[in-house]
């Protein structure tokens, strides 16, 4: 890409989840302690907008963000959520939206900016590590609209095949499989514990046990502290 005489001052980093886009563009800055000094304004969407032509979507996104900055731009950074493939920069799949083989290099050339993927929860631990977590050895759970992570090993970020290391979500903890993930599965932790899969199990309780069954009456006991209302 042609870079001669441009600035590259800024940075854009998305946070591409299952409910929500997070869009925030930065001065470039290599010091991890003033990152937040950086950000000069940040941005949220429904994840949603991007239905039927993501990637025309976020491209006009991103030039309505960056405005005359657009051609100063060093990088972009997208954190996903969802099965990745890293060596193709592509979102192969988002359970909670409809995004489903999403390949980034006609973002790129169109935009003319490096495009960098990560999945969402490695971001998350990537910026613990760096900015909070005085330790090598790190492991970060994400809980939102699904359920996601890094691990972070002597220093080491863990990535795993095509960038899938993080999969948390999707490990099954009801060899019965009572309870259907997004994906298709059943029995995973992301179906009972998740932002999506938490009213779900409650909806099966409330149907499948009377008031007095202990469970049950502790899951009301929950919903009825304030601090959760």
Do not use: Q
Request: aromatic share 6%; glycine share 10%.
């Amino acid at each position: 890409m042609e870079t001669e005489g441009l600035k590259l001052d800024y940075v854009i980093g998305i946070d591409l989840g299952g409910t929500w886009l997070r869009i925030a563009i930065a001065k470039k800055n290599n010091d991890f302690k003033k990152i937040k000094e950086s950000i000069l304004e940040t941005y949220v969407f429904p994840t949603n907008i991007l239905n039927n032509n993501p990637i025309e979507k976020l491209e006009n996104i991103i030039r309505e963000i960056a405005k005359d900055k657009i051609n100063d731009i060093y990088c972009i950074c997208i954190a996903a959520a969802g099965k990745l493939d890293l060596k193709k920069s592509k979102i192969v799949f988002s359970p909670h939206s409809s995004i489903r083989n999403l390949l980034l290099s006609p973002l790129e050339e169109n935009l003319k900016v490096p495009i960098k993927l990560i999945n969402d929860g490695v971001a998350g631990v990537l910026a613990e590590w760096k900015l909070c977590i005085k330790n090598d050895n790190v492991v970060y759970i994400a809980i939102g609209t699904g359920i996601g992570g890094g691990i972070v090993v002597d220093g080491h970020l863990l990535i795993g095949k095509e960038g899938n290391a993080h999969e948390f979500g999707h490990m099954i903890i009801d060899i019965n499989g009572l309870m259907e993930c997004k994906c298709g599965g059943k029995g995973h932790w992301e179906a009972y514990t998740s932002g999506s899969g938490l009213p779900n199990l409650c909806k099966f309780l409330a149907k499948n046990y009377n008031e007095e069954t202990l469970l049950l009456k502790k899951v009301i006991n929950i919903c009825l502290i304030p601090k959760l209302l």
